[in-house]
């Protein structure tokens, strides 16, 4: 039985209001996900990662439309069960993501050591994929960083191996990602990263970035936590606001059909 709309409508329409968007970009993330999919070879992205990023985009996607649909559609109809699912849902991914958050901040050691792991797997591939190699280069530069823990982390790449067997040019080199380059050069050296693991870490470090790209992470979260506490609490407090505002939709739905319950018996037996 539907409510009556003249007290619903207010909370009703704060929810078809924040819900219209939701639904188009969980579409736009499973279209970016199918298109990953279908242009991009996942086999170099699963030996970095465990989860293809594509499957999980799609994912999240379709998941994310399926809640989303839920909470408009149920506001809309005033379906008390959609409206609820839609409610359990939004409290399961936060408690879901509160408690990542506390083991990642309990358990950092081993996140760290995975995050090496990560990092040593995407130094092994970086020549497989131009997208992992853009995305390797973009991270170094921007930490000014070299490898995972040290420089010499790019020595796992079979081009960049300083064994004496391995015929590559760049043997003993680094990407050109981990150079210093000064501003007022007119002309850059791209080939500077040049047999830099056969040097030592003082000698090296005139040329390159010798610190890896991991304590740079740790430190940048470390001076960001602000930064990151307020993402973390702009992600949290629109679900924290879906959740009040379906459950405060659900009770004044749940309210009006006991009235319009109550009114109808006594319509019926007027002596009761």
């Not at 300083?162 to 050069?185: A, G, H, L, M, T």
């Amino acid at each position: 039985m539907k409510a009556d709309r003249s007290l619903t409508g207010g909370t009703s329409s704060c929810k078809e209001a924040g819900g219209r968007a939701e639904p188009i970009i969980s579409l736009v993330m499973v279209s970016i996900g199918v298109y990953a999919r279908m242009m991009k070879h996942a086999e170099t992205a699963l030996a970095c990662l465990s989860v293809d990023p594509a499957i999980m985009l799609m994912v999240v996607g379709v998941l994310m439309f399926i809640i989303t649909f839920c909470g408009c559609v149920g506001s809309l109809r005033e379906n008390i069960c959609l409206l609820q699912t839609f409610c359990v849902c939004l409290t399961l991914i936060f408690i879901l993501q509160l408690a990542a958050g506390i083991l990642g901040f309990i358990f950092s050691d081993k996140a760290r050591n995975k995050v090496t792991e990560v990092i040593n797997r995407a130094i092994v591939h970086y020549r497989d994929d131009i997208d992992l190699q853009n995305l390797i280069d973009f991270g170094q530069r921007e930490f000014d960083c070299c490898g995972g823990i040290t420089y010499t982390d790019w020595s796992q790449n079979m081009y960049f191996s300083c064994k004496d067997d391995n015929p590559s040019r760049e043997r003993c080199s680094v990407p050109f990602s981990c150079c210093i380059v000064s501003k007022d050069k007119v002309v850059i050296n791209t080939m500077c990263g040049q047999g830099m693991q056969q040097l030592e870490y003082a000698e090296a470090g005139n040329h390159i970035h010798t610190n890896g790209c991991i304590d740079k992470l740790v430190n940048w979260i470390h001076s960001n936590l602000f930064l990151l506490g307020g993402i973390a609490l702009g992600l949290a407090i629109p679900q924290l606001v879906g959740i009040l505002l379906s459950q405060i939709l659900i009770n004044q739905i749940k309210d009006q059909i006991e009235l319009q319950n109550y009114n109808q018996k006594h319509r019926s037996d007027p002596w009761s």
